[in-house]
């Protein structure tokens, strides 16, 4: 099956630092990419939908420049959290779907617990 | 607009027993269901899929699903639940435009008692 992996699974750092987590479709090519953030007992909040080569979709309420998110390539795409603070820290995850339609499902990588002390 | 709801936030089944977990549904024209499940720290893995066709529906791990469209719902039900069951599940929906996005509930988690 279609297999999505999510790099680091787990990041520790300080305050201020930017922190880059990958997602890559192993097996298949991503049209469309998501990222999640998911919060302690919560549901997952879509922050962002990025297509290969344009820029992405925020949601609302989610800052751009706090969140950079490239989609360089059709098994490639980062989120980049910049200038990280506490509040940042969560369970972020991505998705993946290919060019079948919205009829087929995503398929998510392991996620990367992120926390900025 | 499109929307999910899962009723329940934790449901609780003896070992053996059989299981379900509630999902509605509000959506414009024909909806594709899809049930994910979630174990601690790891992403979403897809259970099962409703487009079209049969309203019984069979996914992984012995679940399936019955979509009702007259009750708009799309409950995940599995004969014999195992511990190993034990786990958050979401339901999530989709309009069949494409450009429509998939709403996730807010996932009901399930206890599975030895």
């Known amino acids: 099956g279609a297999v999505v992996s999510q790099h680091p699974s787990r990041v520790i750092c300080k305050s201020g630092t930017s922190v880059k987590i990958e997602c890559r479709s192993l097996d298949f090519q991503a049209t469309t990419m998501f990222w999640y953030r998911q919060f302690p007992k919560q549901s997952l909040m879509l922050m962002a939908t990025?297509?290969?080569?344009?820029?992405?979709?925020?949601e609302q309420g989610v800052e751009k420049d706090k969140f950079l998110i490239n989609h360089a390539s059709l098994t490639l795409s980062t989120l980049t959290v910049t200038s990280a603070h506490p509040e940042d820290s969560s369970f972020y995850i991505c998705s993946a779907e290919g060019a079948g339609g919205g009829n087929q499902p995503q398929h998510f990588g392991d996620g990367t617990r992120l926390s900025i002390l | 607009a499109q929307s999910v709801a899962q009723p329940e936030d934790q449901v609780n089944v003896a070992e053996g027993n059989p299981l379900t977990v509630k999902c509605t549904y509000s959506?414009?024209?024909?909806?594709?269901l899809f049930w994910y499940v979630q174990y601690p720290n790891r992403g979403l893995q897809f259970l099962l899929k409703?487009?079209?066709?049969?309203?019984l529906v069979k996914g992984s791990y012995g679940f399936e699903a019955e979509f009702n469209k007259s009750q708009t719902s799309f409950h995940l039900k599995k004969p014999s639940a195992l511990v190993s069951d034990s786990a958050l599940y979401f339901c999530?929906?989709?309009?069949?435009?494409?450009?429509?996005?998939?709403?996730f509930g807010k996932g009901t988690r399930l206890h599975i008692l030895p």
């Open positions: 409703y487009i079209t066709g049969d309203n």
């Open positions: 990025s297509n290969e080569g344009s820029k992405a979709t925020y």
């Open positions: 999530a929906v989709r309009a069949p435009n494409r450009d429509d996005k998939i709403i």
């Open positions: 959506v414009s024209g024909n909806p594709y």
